[in-house]
């Protein structure tokens, strides 16, 4: 999205929009954990049932911290999708996927968040880092409009094609902005492409 005059970016993209390589891999520590936050909220039946079968085993074998096509992601957050689950449980099992994450994905955030004075300010620009610790392609922006909100601008992720992942994105910002706000609101922005996403940080 294009920044205002009032605007100040904190993170930029990696390169030029049009430089930036589409995504092509996941972590597999992000799909382990919402596979195991869908069997906590009781989700996980259907979830195999919405799931070709051909991907089951491989689901059920994933092994933390490595790398898979973006394919299978795409396949399992498509079958979160045909799930068609409300909004609220959407964002609650994004936030539960960023709980249970805080170990092996954002314990340099965590650490961060134990220390005295420190803000949302402290912890966006490390959301690049973040970012590609997830995901191997694409590119991420942070830019500041206002003394307590900002905008998180994601290019070239075909996740976000899929309502679902979008949804619970949300999810997943609100468990990292827990640990430095009491109180956050995060809003997906429209966006021109179906695999960029854009979210309205504000908190207090």
Same mark, same amino acid.
């Given at each position: 999205?294009?920044? &205002?005059?009032?605007?100040?970016?904190?993170v $930029?993209?990696? *390169?030029?929009? %049009? /430089?930036?390589?589409? #995504?092509?891999?996941?972590?597999?520590?992000?799909?382990?954990?919402?596979?195991?936050?869908?069997?906590?909220?009781?989700?996980l039946?259907?979830?195999?049932? *919405?799931? $070709?079968? %051909?991907?089951?085993?491989?689901? +059920?074998?994933? @092994?933390?911290? @490595?790398?898979?096509?973006?394919?299978? #992601?795409?396949a399992?957050?498509? *079958?979160?999708d045909?799930? /068609?689950?409300?909004?609220?449980? /959407?964002?609650?099992?994004?936030?539960?996927?960023? %709980?249970?994450?805080?170990?092996a994905?954002?314990?340099? @955030?965590?650490r961060?968040?134990?220390?005295?004075?420190?803000?949302?300010?402290?912890?966006?620009? /490390?959301?690049?880092?973040?970012? =590609?610790? &997830?995901? +191997?392609?694409?590119?991420?922006? @942070?830019?500041?409009?206002?003394?307590?909100?900002?905008?998180?601008?994601i290019?070239g992720?075909?996740?976000? =094609?899929?309502?679902y992942?979008?949804?619970?994105? +949300?999810?997943?910002?609100q468990?990292?902005?827990g640990?430095?706000c +009491?109180?956050?609101f995060?809003? %997906?922005? $429209?966006?021109?492409?179906?695999?960029?996403?854009?979210?309205?940080?504000?908190?207090?």
């Amino acid at each position: 999205m294009p920044v &205002g005059e009032t605007e100040t970016v904190i993170v $930029p993209f990696a *390169a030029p929009r %049009d /430089q930036l390589p589409p #995504a092509d891999g996941y972590r597999s520590t992000w799909l382990m954990s919402s596979l195991q936050a869908l069997r906590d909220r009781g989700h996980l039946d259907a979830y195999f049932k *919405a799931l $070709p079968p %051909d991907l089951h085993d491989t689901m +059920r074998s994933l @092994v933390v911290g @490595v790398w898979v096509p973006l394919s299978l #992601a795409r396949a399992h957050y498509e *079958a979160c999708d045909r799930l /068609q689950l409300g909004t609220a449980e /959407q964002i609650a099992l994004g936030r539960a996927v960023s %709980d249970r994450a805080q170990g092996a994905m954002l314990g340099t @955030v965590v650490r961060m968040a134990r220390s005295a004075g420190v803000t949302p300010w402290t912890v966006l620009p /490390q959301y690049r880092r973040l970012f =590609e610790r &997830g995901v +191997r392609g694409g590119g991420i922006s @942070v830019v500041k409009l206002g003394p307590k909100e900002a905008r998180i601008d994601i290019v070239g992720c075909e996740l976000f =094609e899929i309502h679902y992942f979008r949804v619970a994105f +949300r999810g997943v910002l609100q468990g990292i902005a827990g640990l430095f706000c +009491r109180v956050s609101f995060i809003h %997906d922005v $429209p966006t021109a492409a179906p695999s960029d996403a854009s979210y309205r940080f504000q908190w207090a």
